[in-house]
């Protein structure tokens, strides 16, 4: 074992000056920062990977931080190697600065008497590690903090894709504009990439399981999420090991430490290191299919159905009954004008004027009031069949002039 020195520059409202907590807080100017040679403890990346022509890597911490105070943390720790003595005094510290900040709260509470005041939080930031010798001098310790892991090297493989319809399936998702689709990916491709952005385990956990349950919530207004997810199978046309595995997830995200608290904290015994591990627990959703499967099937079915406003004609000489409304920012909403007041009527109407506009056969296309007969909705249940709005538009051009 050998003994270690960390500083750390602290702010906060009250700084008391002396022994605290295991640590010592004292004042050091500017002057004595510099010439120690303060700078905040960050990782760097490594250039150790001539093998590959291509890749990429992330740092597990990177401190976003900047602090310019004369005040210091000082923590004497003995450990086996400076990380993990790094480790203990970080642990150490926001021990002592989330009991500052809860004494701060008390504090002005007490002096105030103002029972809302939420107090003003302590910050801190390590600038410098020291081995101390036989004789306890500070001897300075280099960190070898380098990113290690390497991600899809020596790509792209290839500059097309595996088969000609995917360009088409990518114009497609330039063009849909459904807010629950484009929320469902922002959430999804958030979650895949949330390990490079450092994001927390709980964050990529929430945004995987975010983009399921916006999904879920949209297609059904069952009143337990569980029923959701039944009812969501079925029109997604989902297996029932995929059902389960979401209401596995579900209860992860809801009874496990996630977005709900657990004061197990399974870290708190670990040995010393840096950077510290999270003691979330979570099955990994985020590295299978499942979300994946579920955004793909939602945007195919989500495609296939209509949001119809039902009208009446402004021009009863007018030769177009059914149009498309807010193309630029809505996705698959129309307009259908008729004068008939008669809910079968109008349907039947619709059915046969959608599958004429869109040469599809009539069994294929379902359609239902959507509460009022002001609006309907139509869906088309051959999933090799589809209504493209741009031949619509083309259609109202050519009538139009």
Known sequence: ???????????????PVGLLGGCEIKQMDIIEQRRRGFTPVQYEFSENHSDYKTYATSLPFVDPMKLHTNHVIVYDIQEAEAEA?????IRKFDHLCSRLFLAGIQDVRSKTDNKLYSGQTYLYQVNKIYRLDEHGDEQDVSLDLKSGHIFLPNRPERSAWHVESTDVFLEELFEFKDPVFNKALK???????????LDSYEKIALDHFKSVELIVNTLSPKES????????????????????EIKKYWDARSNGDIAHSNYNDMTAFYPNQFP???????????????????LLKYFDVRKRYFHV???????????????????HSECNHLFFQTSSRDKKEILRSLRNEFAKTFNINEKDVAVDFVGTKETARVFITDPNKEARIEDLQKRMIRITF
């Open 85 to 89: 003595a790094l480790g203990g005094a």
């Open 309 to 327: 406003d039902i009208q009446e004609p402004y021009d009863p000489s007018e030769q177009l009954s059914l149009g498309v409304v807010n193309a």
């Open 1 to 15: 074992m050998q003994k270690f020195r960390i500083y750390a520059l602290i702010h906060g409202q009250t700084l």
């Open 276 to 294: 510290l591990p999270n003691g979330m627990e979570y099955p990994w959703a985020y590295l299978d299919s499942t979300a994946r499967v579920v």
């Open 225 to 244: 999420f569980k029923e959701r997810v039944d009812e969501t199978a079925s029109i997604l046309d989902l297996t029932q090991e995929q059902a389960v």
């Open 187 to 197: 959430y999804l491709y958030g979650s895949s990439v949330g390990h490079f952005r």
